[in-house]
């Protein structure tokens, strides 16, 4: 089959490992005779230079056109440019948030899984490992205080800031839709997770969560507070199957638990629309302190491409290859410099490629 | 000296808690020749219970005139009682967000170290706890989406909820001064939490602290997107001094970080005003599970009636003799039962709260 990808390669990192992926990519069309049509599109610091925005109509034109899109990763040096400083929409990030919410991609699925080749990575104890933990966290993407009204204003000579985080029915019971057909194929659990002591928003969150649990009724709705949250996920992540949250929540538990799982740099995740069309990205960051030096680890890219190749295309086999491979070069004891342990190879970003694609 | 006293029980094992605390004041008096007047104020459920609502003016004006507050716990059982279903202001909760706002206690501060005797109930590595951690979790208390305006209305026949997320730079300034303070007088870092690229009130926040850190030159800032510290505090967790945060952000990471210390049942926290008057209370929740059945640690109870008489009463050396008999129980090696490993003695809250009285 043909498809049309489009690529953002992204800014720090994004653009090496971005390379890497494709090349998997490639070895895959070569054996299972696919042909991918790749696009380069530009989006944050990479855009802003070239066209003084962090995305353009254009760009969102191209994307729209493809059938996926893979990304590296996006953002500047906190160091070095005070981006914070910027207008809002000039920031290098705003290009994703808009690209997220012009798609619609509203469903950020983030798979957080201890590699059992990596359990020395894994910040916490053998006995809290046990026999490892894996899980989804369902992250509501395009609302919330991401996309809510805001603004910056002077009342009776104080400067005062506003952010609101709204919600309605429908975009909750798309989200919570997603997590139990998601669950049904897992352990069948499912835990939501809002701050509804406190706010109206996650009130209607769990209500509506319930109900659309009502569709499900083998998979076990738990509801959890964000603070006490936080705190599981240090203390017994083995419990989580499915997380469902909103975008804020999502946005600090799905870091905290791919930092738990040891396993930052070879997380995926895809961020979905009602249909068929998804962008991957690696769960981590774009790195800029180690950006081409060829150290960084594009693992969590592959495994994106992997996801993308599942998702939006239906090709199992394909994505299996690619996962396959992964573990493969694990098993082989090659290592970048971010999962290193003694007695193992180290190698870097392009070395890594390598031993990844001659694996398929 | 003569001192005023408000306790307020609560709920779930408060009573049993705040008792043994009362205990450990009653003999630092014997000793030290102080007199405590205790006057209890009903405050969460325990107050629905007589009043129908979790607090009354009463209480407010009981807590106001007394020179601070110690109190164990509020919260019902999430199970057993729907509260996320009851409007708003009639839940437990309300009650303590109430007296928040109504005494101006907006500085929250909330210590999380590691207990040396305790190492093993840590759940990071040993390598990662190194010489152990200790930091304090700066909490804006009074502001942000917890007291923002919200509403949930019904949109073309669509259900839709609001919360909003305010802050003004006179709330921020004076939350950032008590921060650098603290920090002064420890390892002189202030870490400033905020999600900067993507809300205008965390843009605020960023400046403001800017400002102020000016009159500090002393100590050095830095600052940090929330989504990374929920990270950073599980990946290298002795990085922090004093972590400053907006409500929620806060309220999640000092969940986090207790329990990443792995003494959740030993950790205390002050709630402050501009002047002299604080709520005091264990960081942790009311456990309505073990509620009255002698098993409960006071010992984060007792260590906030310790902080009590240090920063509202500023009697120091009160404070330190109950540090002091704290840790030589633990030296004793006895432990309640979250506390306990190997080769422990297990005591009962009673007991616990005996055996460190008998150490003043
Ligand atoms: C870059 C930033 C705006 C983004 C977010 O907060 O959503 C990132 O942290 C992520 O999780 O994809
Ligand atoms: C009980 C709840 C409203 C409260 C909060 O969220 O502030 C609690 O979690 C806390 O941290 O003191």
């Known amino acids: 089959m043909n498809y049309r990808v489009a690529i953002i390669p992204g800014d ?19 054996i299972y005779g696919h042909s991918f049509e790749y696009k380069e599109i530009l989006l944050g610091g990479a855009s802003i230079d070239v066209h003084g925005i962090p995305l353009t109509e254009e760009a969102i034109k191209e994307a729209r056109n493809s059938d996926s899109i893979l990304m590296g990763s996006i953002g500047g040096d906190a160091k070095s440019s005070p981006w914070y400083q910027l207008e809002p929409e000039k920031r290098p990030e705003a290009g994703l948030l808009k690209i997220r919410k012009e798609l619609n991609l509203f469903a950020n699925v983030r798979p957080a899984y201890l590699y059992k080749e990596l359990k020395e990575a894994c910040p916490l104890r053998d006995e809290i490992i046990g026999n490892g933990f894996d899980m989804v966290i369902m992250r509501e993407l395009t609302g919330g205080l991401y996309f809510g009204e805001r603004k910056t204003f002077i009342e009776n000579g104080i400067e005062k800031a506003i952010d609101t985080l709204a919600y309605d029915e429908k975009e909750i019971r798309r989200i919570a839709k997603r997590a139990f057909e998601i669950a049904i194929k897992r352990r069948k659990k499912v835990c939501s997770v ?52 909103e975008n804020m929540f999502g946005d600090i538990l799905s870091d905290e638990a791919s930092m738990v799982t ?12 009602e249909g068929k069309l998804g962008l991957y990205e690696p769960s981590h960051g774009s790195a800029p302190d180690i950006a081409g030096k060829d150290i960084a680890n594009p693992i969590a890219t592959i495994l994106s491409a992997a996801m993308m190749l599942r998702y939006s295309f239906d090709l199992e086999k394909e994505a299996d290859a690619i996962e396959t491979a992964v573990k493969q070069v694990l098993i082989d004891s ?19 490629g390598d031993l990844i694609t001659e694996r398929i």
């Open 12 to 30: 720090g990192i994004g653009p090496e490992i971005t390379r890497e992926a494709r090349k998997v990519l490639d070895r895959v069309c070569a």
């Open 194 to 245: 809002d701050k509804a002591n406190v706010l109206d928003s996650s009130r209607l969150w769990r209500k509506v969560v319930e109900e659309v649990a009502k569709d499900y009724p083998e998979v076990m709705l738990e509801h959890m507070l964000i603070d006490n949250c936080a705190m599981q996920l240090v203390k017994d992540p083995k419990q989580f199957d499915v997380i469902l949250t």
């Open 262 to 273: 040891g396993s930052i740099g070879m997380l995926s995740s895809a961020s979905l629309n």
């Open 334 to 352: 090659y290592r970048t410099v971010d999962i290193m342990s003694k007695g193992k190879t180290l190698v870097g970003t392009i070395k890594m």
